[in-house]
């Protein structure tokens, strides 16, 4: 059965670790992170994107398959759906779907009305059982079409839609989806810090966890972050994986051009990736 994120959450931040968001693409990622989790004993957050949600077929298709194996694996760690940068009507529609969390991402818009869009939706979430999370300040860079310019939040604006009644809060403090510049500056505590002190028991939630140093995460952590979300890493495994497979011609040999061995390489790259950074949260035991 697919949970809220509400009780793992809370759970995470008062043990100080994180839980893992990753985001899925495919049966593939999903069974590797499922099955990833179960092993380590830990609660997994599987995120979807609009786009990617489109690229399964929608959000039903994406929830039936996610709750149906859930029950033929065997997973009993506790495992939330969760729409990942959501808009107003994707937030909806995944109410509908059956997912058990949502992100509604009114980051761009103007804090007055993403207070009022995040107010109508958290009523909806609570009549539901759904966890919800809101974004104040942007997520640098781009992922699924979603742009942000990657500016700090303001501590002021993350508690009042603290305030709300939110499940937990994503706020930027220097991060970006994809790849880090080499000149980034690294992540604002200072600004982690104001926003922690401000919202108190609130999950913060970090984005872009892709290629953020392990001492910045286990800081991050220290200072209230209680969810952390992981997609480009998952995809540059698959990726490095597959074209060794296909590089060493292993695809020419027998039958290596069966999909099932074909993708297994990627699927196992996945499972590692995954692997590490549930262990670098501090999430593996705590289901
Ligand atoms: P990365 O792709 O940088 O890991 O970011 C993932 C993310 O924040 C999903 O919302």
């Avoid at 398959?65 to 107003?88: E, Q, R």
């Avoid at 937990?168 to 000149?183: K, S, V």
């Avoid at 020419?252 to 996945?270: Q, S």
Wanted: hydrophobic letters at 40%; charged letters at 25%; a negative charge.
């Amino acid at each position: 059965m697919l949970v809220s994120a509400e009780e793992m959450l809370k759970k995470a931040k008062a043990g100080h670790y994180a839980v893992g968001q990753f985001n899925i693409n495919n049966l593939e990622w999903t069974k590797s992170i499922l099955l990833t989790a179960q092993e380590m004993k830990s609660p997994v957050i599987l995120g979807v994107s609009e786009g990617a949600g489109k690229y399964m077929c929608g959000f039903k298709t994406v929830a039936a398959m996610v709750d149906a194996m859930v029950d033929s694996l065997g997973i009993t760690v506790p495992v939330a759906l969760h729409l990942d940068h959501g808009t107003y009507e994707g937030s909806k529609a995944c109410i509908e779907a059956g997912f058990s969390s949502i992100m509604f991402d009114g980051s761009s818009l103007p804090i007055d009305e993403n207070v009022d869009k995040t107010k109508e939706l958290v009523a909806i979430c609570k009549e539901k059982g759904i966890s919800i999370e809101a974004e104040v300040g942007s997520i640098g860079g781009e992922e699924d079409g979603v742009i942000g310019a990657g500016e700090c939040a303001d501590p002021e604006e993350c508690e009042r839609v603290a305030n709300l009644g939110v499940t937990m809060l994503a706020a930027g403090i220097g991060n970006i989806h994809g790849a880090y510049p080499d000149n980034w500056a690294g992540l604002s505590f200072e600004t982690l810090d104001a926003i922690q002190q401000k919202t108190g028991a609130m999950p913060l939630v970090l984005h872009g966890g892709t290629g953020i140093p392990d001492d910045m995460i286990k800081k991050a952590i220290d200072l209230g972050v209680s969810k952390i979300n992981v997609n480009t890493e998952c995809q540059w495994a698959f990726q490095k994986a597959t074209r060794e497979y296909i590089m060493a011609g292993k695809d020419l040999e027998g039958k290596g051009f069966d999909p099932r061995k074909l993708l297994a390489p990627g699927a196992e790259a996945i499972r590692e990736t995954v692997r590490e950074k549930i262990k670098l949260f501090g999430s593996d035991g705590k289901a």
